[in-house]
């Protein structure tokens, strides 16, 4: 059990490539910090450089009150689930898990004592023990996998990007286990992943990376209602958040699409923007159907999904041509060219700055 | 390619028995020659069914050798060159094993320039520089030793090269696994990588054992004693035996002896061989 702590932590590769250009993060005892963004953004090369495995060019990383950059993998006292779960495939199943014990010269009564208990924890059988990996199904060897980590009984635990090679269906499940399991084990976590729906699920915070930048940290929660910027408002939520150029109008009370759609701008938050070009972004479970005398503007549908629980429409407001998808509860019949009336709290506007890419307000 | 056709059946056996027979043909002539005495063997028609010496062969070919000859049976000659076999096998194996290791899993300088002169004595093997390896082994006192002849033969390329090969197709995520699990470099060699090249190393053995147990022109070369004589050149010395017509019975005895061993080899590894040239699993 140990806090991480990350102290403006930078990597650059000898070519000259900044792939993390300083992260700062305090990571607290027992949490679950999940490090989010598209291929390529750097949140492998972070959870790396945590491991050892990648070498840190400034800054600190420090685990427990332990500097370690110094420090070999082994020292550091974690343990990492890889990708590809990288099971020694000519050891069966214990001696994968006993294996790095059997380095740190653990007694045989000891070793045998925590394979046990680990995998009464993942639920794999005596029978599963003897077998070598490839006679597994993919789940079984992510449970091997981790049963690997938690056999070390290690302060941090490493996940990189642990459920990618599954099926959708065993995903789910596993990423159940997962939190489970972190909850009832209590170690501190970090887990990469480029899936934003298993980022929202698992993590206790967020970190999401955008070409080795940290866009943004927080709480799903904070994440979901107020993106800090453009890119992380796109990131996070499927279907993905619309956007459009709009205008704010002179007296900063609401905001106009170049077709002249009006939306509500909540009182008085937006007033020094007036008459300001900016991003609008609208989730599309936000726009809600109601009656044509309160709504404040009409869509125009132009393709229908049905999805059973939810139905998509896509569509644009008047002569506006940006394409909006909204999402709408249960099914609903809506053909192409029906107009829909619809209504927008105005606390649910995120309005983006076009230049800075940031957050207005 | 699924057909059911008599006739095409038929004829793919035929060819695929005259075939087997231009094979074994030769082999079943050095068998029967095997098994006449020598009188029987200088007159014509050469015979084509087995007669009845084949146990005085034997016994005289791996004991006394050809009469009027050396004097010297082929039953130490054999040991030479399994002796010889051996070390070349797993002498090249060991060495290309350690080097293959150190070129792909470390970082020194001029690692590449290291890797490519270990592949251009591809164009170095030992017909080519016989002479000025014969004076170093000469000038080593080496000749006429155990060490003399499997030495200069042992340096490979192929070996080091199909490792290397094999290495880099094993994940670096296992590299990365290993060193969490806080295995050092030798660890992981003897932990990781052995085991999982065992399949490699078996096939590799069989070829070079094979490559090791034909060698004949350097044994020529620096063996002068016969107690160092090994069994492929003995054959052409036979040949050569003082002023007489050639003993076919007894050389052809040493002939099929000194098949067995290879084909042995190849039995017995027959099944790791296959798994090693082929397998991909990782």
Redesign the interface.
């Known amino acids: 059990m140990a806090h991480v702590r990350l102290d403006h932590t930078q990597k650059t590769y000898p070519n000259g490539f900044k792939a993390i250009h300083g992260v700062d993060v305090e990571i607290s005892d027992g949490e679950l910090i999940v490090l989010v963004g598209p291929s390529g953004c750097g949140k492998s090369t972070l959870l790396r450089m945590i ?3 990648e070498s840190v060019t400034e800054g600190t990383i420090s685990i427990g009150d332990r500097v370690v950059n110094d420090l ?3 020292d550091r006292d ?3 689930v ?3 779960y ?6 069966n199943v214990f001696d994968n898990m006993a ?2 014990l059997k ?2 010269g653990l007694a045989k009564s000891e070793i045998l004592a925590r394979v046990k208990k680990a995998a009464d924890i993942l639920e794999l059988t005596d029978d599963q023990l003897t077998r070598k990996p ?1 006679q597994l199904s993919g789940g079984q060897r992510q449970r091997v996998a981790m049963g ?1 980590a938690i056999v070390r009984e290690p302060s941090v635990f490493l996940f990189d990007e642990p459920l990618s090679n599954l099926d959708a269906k065993l995903r789910v499940q596993m990423r159940l286990e997962i939190k489970r399991l972190q909850e009832r084990l209590g170690i501190t976590s970090v887990y990469v992943t480029h899936d934003q729906v298993e980022a929202m699920t698992l993590g206790h915070r967020l970190m999401v990376l955008n070409e080795g930048i940290v866009e943004q940290l927080g709480t799903p929660i904070e994440l979901y209602e107020h993106p800090a910027s453009l890119f992380v408002a796109g990131f996070i939520g499927s279907p993905a958040m619309n956007f459009a150029p709009a205008k704010i109008n002179a007296d900063g009370s609401g905001v106009n699409l170049d077709g002249g759609a009006e939306f509500q701008l909540p009182t008085g938050t937006y007033a020094e923007f007036a008459n300001q070009d900016v991003i609008l972004g609208i989730r599309p479970e936000d726009l809600i159907l109601t009656d044509s005398v309160t709504s404040t503007t009409n869509l125009t549908a132009t393709l229908v999904e049905h999805l059973g629980a939810d139905t998509l429409v896509h569509g644009h407001f008047g002569s506006d041509q940006t394409d909006m998808t909204i999402r709408l509860g249960g099914i609903q019949i809506i053909k192409s060219d029906d107009l829909l009336p619809l209504r927008l709290s105005p606390e649910k506007i995120h309005l983006f700055n076009p230049g800075t890419k940031k957050r207005l307000a | 390619m699924i057909e059911n056709r008599p006739f095409i059946t038929a004829i793919s056996h035929i060819v695929l028995v005259i075939g087997v027979m231009i094979i074994a043909f030769p082999i079943w002539v050095t068998f029967v020659a095997a098994t006449h005495d020598a009188v029987r063997m200088v007159q014509v028609p050469l015979p084509l069914w087995p007669g009845s010496h084949f146990f005085e062969n034997l016994d005289q070919t791996l004991n006394k050798g050809i009469e009027g000859g050396v004097n010297q049976g082929v039953a130490m000659m054999m040991l030479n060159s399994l002796i010889m076999a051996m070390m070349i096998a797993v002498g090249k194996i060991a060495i290309s094993l350690i080097s293959a290791f150190a070129i792909v899993y470390f970082r020194f300088p001029f690692r590449m320039g290291f890797f490519w002169m270990i592949f251009i004595t591809l164009m170095l093997p030992v017909e080519v520089r016989i002479i000025p390896t014969f004076e170093v082994v000469a000038n080593l006192n080496l000749l006429n030793s155990y060490l003399g002849l499997s030495v200069p033969l042992i340096a490979s390329a192929t070996a080091t090269f199909m490792f290397r090969q094999t290495f880099l197709t094993i994940p670096d995520e296992l590299l990365e696994a290993a060193r969490i699990d806080g295995a050092g470099p030798m660890r992981f060699f003897k932990d990781i990588l052995l085991p999982m090249s065992r399949t490699n190393i078996a096939a590799l053995f069989v070829i070079l054992f094979i490559y090791g147990w034909n060698q004949y022109l350097w044994p020529l070369l620096v063996t002068t004693d016969r107690d160092m004589y090994t069994i492929v050149m003995a054959i052409k010395q036979m040949l050569e035996a003082a002023e007489q017509a050639p003993e076919w019975n007894v050389i052809m005895m040493t002939t099929l002896l000194a098949m067995l061993p290879p084909v042995a080899v190849v039995i017995f590894m027959q099944k790791l061989f296959v798994k090693g040239l082929t397998e991909t699993e990782k």
């Open positions: 491991a050892g495995l070999e993998p082994a974690i343990a990492m890889f990708q590809n990288a099971l020694y495939p000519h050891m294996y790095g380095i740190r490839r690997r």
